[in-house]
C-alpha cells in the first residue's frame, strides 16, 4: 500500500519534517487536500511566514485559528469535497500570550508578563520559542477534539528533531538557575542592590546596568520574577507533547531532495526518529528527474560524426548531448539517494517527479497529492 495513504487513512497526526527548501509546505498541504477530499474533516498548520499555503489554498490569509477552505474552491479546481480542510498559519506571540494566560497562577500576573517589555521582544523571536508554541498549537488541536487529522507543517531546520529538542532548550532556559541566581538580588531588592548575598551577581549586575540600562533590567527582572509557579506548566506540556508524538496516532513523513545536502539531513533525521522511537511514516524524495531509459546515448565517435553531418544529423546531435547531460543529474541523484536506501526501505518511499510549475493553487496541489497517493 502506498506509505501516505496509509497513514493518511489510519493516523490522526501527519509532522512533515525536514531541511528548508524542499517542499515541506507544499507536501502538507497536497496531503491535507486529499485527505479532506476523501472525507476527513482536516486541518493543516504552517509555520511558513510566505504565506505560500494561504494563497495555494485560495485564502487571502491566516491567521492563528483555523480558517475553513470553502466547497466552491475545490469544485474550481475540479476536486470533489467530501469533507472538511481548515488551514491556520502559527503566530508565534499570540500563541505564547495563551500559554502564558493559561500556566500563571492568577490573571494579574499573566497580564504583567505579557505586558512586560522583555517579554514582548522574546515572545516570538527567543530560540526554540517558534517549535514549542508550534507543538504547543498541536496539542491544543488534538485535544479539542474536532479534527479527524492534523497535519503540521514545521519550522524549517538543519538540525534533526529540532522540533522537539527547542522546547527542552527553551524551558532550560526559563528555569536557568545561573541566570536566575544573578537576577535574584535585583528582583528582591525591588530593582535596587542588596548589600549583603551573591556578591558576585551584584558586581555583574551593576556592570550589566552600565551596558543596557536599568529599564532593561528591570523589566527581565520582572519576567523572572513572575515567571514563578509557571516552569513545572510549561514542562508538563513539553513531556504531554513528546508522549503524543510517540504515540500510535502520531507519524512523521521526511521530506527531501535528491540534493546531496538534503539527503544527507533527511538520513541523518531518519536515524534519529528510529533513536526517539517516533513512527516513521514515509519519505518524500521531491522533484526527481525521472530516467528515461539506460542513458546509453551516443558513443564519442558517433556524436562527432553526427556534428559533422548534414542538418538532421546536427540536430541529432545536439539532442543526444542534452540526453547526455539530463542523465547526468539522474546518476547524480541516484547516487545520493543510495545512503537513504540503506536507513529508510525503499517501500516507504514515495517520489514527486521535477513538475513544469510549482503549487500555487489547489490545482497545483491536486497534481501533486496524485503523485503523493499514486
Given at each position: 500500500?502506498?506509505?501516505?495513504?496509509?497513514?493518511?487513512?489510519?493516523?490522526?497526526?501527519?509532522?512533515?519534517a525536514g531541511a528548508g527548501g524542499v517542499g515541506k509546505t507544499t507536501t502538507a498541504a497536497a496531503i491535507a487536500v486529499r485527505a479532506a477530499a476523501g472525507g476527513k474533516k482536516t486541518v493543516v498548520v504552517t509555520i511558513d511566514p510566505a504565506r505560500r499555503l494561504a494563497s495555494s489554498l485560495g485564502l487571502k490569509e491566516l491567521s492563528n485559528e483555523p480558517t475553513q477552505v470553502s466547497k466552491r474552491k475545490f469544485a474550481a479546481a475540479g476536486l470533489d469535497l467530501k469533507g472538511e480542510l481548515h488551514a491556520l498559519m502559527l503566530d508565534t506571540k499570540s500563541t505564547f500570550d495563551e500559554v502564558v494566560l493559561r500556566y500563571a497562577p492568577t490573571e494579574q500576573q499573566a497580564r504583567r508578563?505579557?505586558?512586560?517589555?522583555?517579554?514582548?521582544?522574546?515572545s516570538g523571536t527567543l530560540s526554540g520559542t517558534q517549535e514549542?508554541?508550534?507543538?504547543?498549537?498541536?496539542?491544543?488541536?488534538?485535544?479539542?477534539?474536532?479534527?479527524?487529522?492534523?497535519?503540521?507543517d514545521t519550522p524549517p531546520t538543519r538540525n534533526a528533531l529540532d522540533f522537539l529538542d527547542a522546547p527542552r532548550r527553551l524551558t532550560d532556559f526559563l528555569e536557568s538557575r545561573v541566570l536566575r541566581w544573578f537576577l535574584l538580588p535585583y528582583v528582591k531588592a525591588g530593582g535596587g542592590f542588596m548589600r549583603f548575598a551573591n556578591v558576585a551577581a551584584v558586581a555583574f549586575l551593576r556592570v550589566v546596568k552600565r551596558i543596557v540600562g536599568g529599564s532593561v533590567l528591570d523589566d527581565t527582572a520582572e519576567f523572572f520574577a513572575n515567571l514563578d509557579g509557571m516552569y513545572d506548566g510549561f514542562k508538563a506540556r513539553a513531556r504531554d507533547v513528546a508522549a503524543l508524538l510517540q504515540s500510535e496516532t502520531a507519524s512523521?513523513?521526511?521530506i527531501t531532495s535528491p540534493a546531496e545536502?538534503?539527503?544527507?539531513?533527511?538520513?541523518?533525521?531518519?536515524?534519529?526518529?528510529?533513536?526517539?522511537?517516533?513512527?516513521?511514516?514515509?519519505?518524500?524524495?521531491?522533484?526527481?528527474?525521472?530516467?528515461?531509459?539506460?542513458?546509453?546515448g551516443a558513443t564519442p565517435r558517433q556524436q562527432a560524426r553526427l556534428a559533422q553531418g548534414d542538418e538532421a544529423a546536427r540536430r541529432l546531435a545536439q539532442l543526444l548531448d542534452n540526453e547526455a547531460s539530463f542523465m547526468r543529474i539522474v546518476r547524480l541523484e541516484e547516487k545520493n539517494l543510495k545512503a537513504l536506501a540503506r536507513?529508510?526501505?525503499?517501500?516507504?518511499?514515495?517520489?514527486?517527479?521535477?513538475?513544469?510549475?510549482?503549487?500555487?493553487?489547489?490545482?497545483?496541489?491536486?497534481?501533486?497529492?496524485?503523485?503523493?497517493?499514486?
Open positions: 500500500m502506498n506509505p501516505i495513504a496509509e497513514i493518511t487513512g489510519h493516523k490522526e497526526i501527519i509532522v512533515c508578563i505579557i505586558a512586560n517589555r522583555f517579554y514582548r521582544n522574546i514549542y508554541m508550534a507543538m504547543e498549537k498541536l496539542y491544543e488541536l488534538h485535544a479539542g477534539g474536532a479534527y479527524d487529522l492534523i497535519v503540521i512523521f513523513v521526511v545536502e538534503s539527503v544527507l539531513e533527511a538520513t541523518y533525521f531518519a536515524s534519529r526518529l528510529n533513536e526517539a522511537h517516533l513512527a516513521f511514516g514515509a519519505l518524500v524524495v521531491n522533484r526527481v528527474h525521472p530516467r528515461f531509459g539506460d542513458g546509453s536507513k529508510v526501505p525503499r517501500h516507504r518511499w514515495v517520489h514527486v517527479p521535477y513538475l513544469e510549475r510549482e503549487a500555487v493553487d489547489l490545482d497545483g496541489l491536486a497534481v501533486i497529492a496524485a503523485h503523493l497517493f499514486a
